[in-house]
């Protein structure tokens, strides 16, 4: 897997070890538990259908406060969160996530640039919105495959 990471189809490079959303066909996918997170609630619902579909158990969130008890109260193998969350931010969900064993995030915005420049932590994706449903699927399964995640 290349370092640096894809928005919007253009890699940013820079951060050694985050992947570059390149789709990488694999028979060794395993369904993941995946918390969608995003205040406005059919798009965290239309998150976890697109990931169902693809064999995926997800959990809609539809605030920081709701996303934070998720992950304290479940494991999750990936979190796929909106940067905007009302008056609170997607990093709030990405330190969470870090807190709690190191889960992946993927953070889908309209506003990526803006959430690709804050501060530490990272996510480990960044896709724009509207997010392409196969991109997203192929994300989420690289992040969750087995073996090595670095080549």
Known sequence: MASGREVAGAPFHGNPGIGTG???????????????VDDEAHSAKLKCIILETAG???TPA???????ALMKSNRYDVVVTDWRLGQASG?????????????????ISGYVNEA??????????????PVNPEELISVVNDLVKPGP???
Not at 22 to 36: G, K, S, Y
Not at 62 to 68: D, F, G, I, T
Not at 91 to 107: C, T
Request: one cysteine or more; proline letters at 7%; charged letters at 25%.
């Open 22 to 36: 390149a789709r990488h066909e694999t028979p060794d996918i395993v369904m993941a538990r995946i918390l969608c």
């Open 56 to 58: 995926h158990q997800a």
């Open 116 to 129: 690709f420049q804050a501060a530490d932590p990272l996510a480990d994706y960044y896709l724009e919105k």
């Open 62 to 68: 539809n605030s920081v406060p709701e996303a934070l």
């Open 149 to 151: 995640s670095q080549d």
């Open 91 to 107: 990093r709030d969900i990405v330190v969470a996530a870090r807190e709690h064993s190191d889960i992946p995030v993927v953070v």
